[in-house]
């Protein structure tokens, strides 16, 4: 009997999610996502995120010794073509994600252009970034 295949890689996982999640946008934009990993004691690929509008950001946990916590500078809500979220909740102005263990994840969809300040916290250490949201939809 054979046994059910698993995904083994992130970046199917982070395909499937930035597909899937906004699978109710129109059919004529594109999406893109982008994946931000906590490492040691930075942040990969770099404190800088860019997405065009209804981009999908991926929070990743490398740390196997600490769980990670992100909090984004920007309300949670859910728009009409944009519902990819996983692992965060709302927090007043803020979108958290708290307790992501090695080899997690947390996502989350920006459906309006802007700038909006991250923090993620992990093994006592906090590393600071900025998602860029570009007003240009694919």
Not at 29 to 54: C, H, I, K, M, N
Not at 57 to 70: E, G, I, L, S
Not at 89 to 108: N, Q
């Amino acid at each position: 009997m054979a046994m059910p295949s698993r995904i083994r890689s992130p970046l199917a996982v982070i395909v499937a999610l930035a597909v899937g999640g906004c699978a109710a946008a129109p059919r004529a934009e594109r999406f893109e996502s982008a994946t931000v990993t906590a490492t040691a004691g930075e942040l990969l690929p770099g404190d800088a995120v860019r997405v065009r509008r209804f981009g999908t950001v991926v929070f990743r946990n490398a740390r196997a010794d600490a769980p990670m916590d992100v909090t984004v500078l920007r309300p949670l809500w859910p728009s009409q073509p944009c519902s990819t979220m996983l692992g965060f909740t709302a927090d007043g102005e803020t979108s958290v994600a708290r307790g992501i263990a090695a080899p997690a994840f947390a996502s989350l969809c920006f459906h309006d252009a802007g700038s909006f300040p991250f923090v993620v916290r992990v093994a006592g250490r906090e590393l600071r970034g900025t998602v860029e949201v570009s007003a240009e939809a694919r």
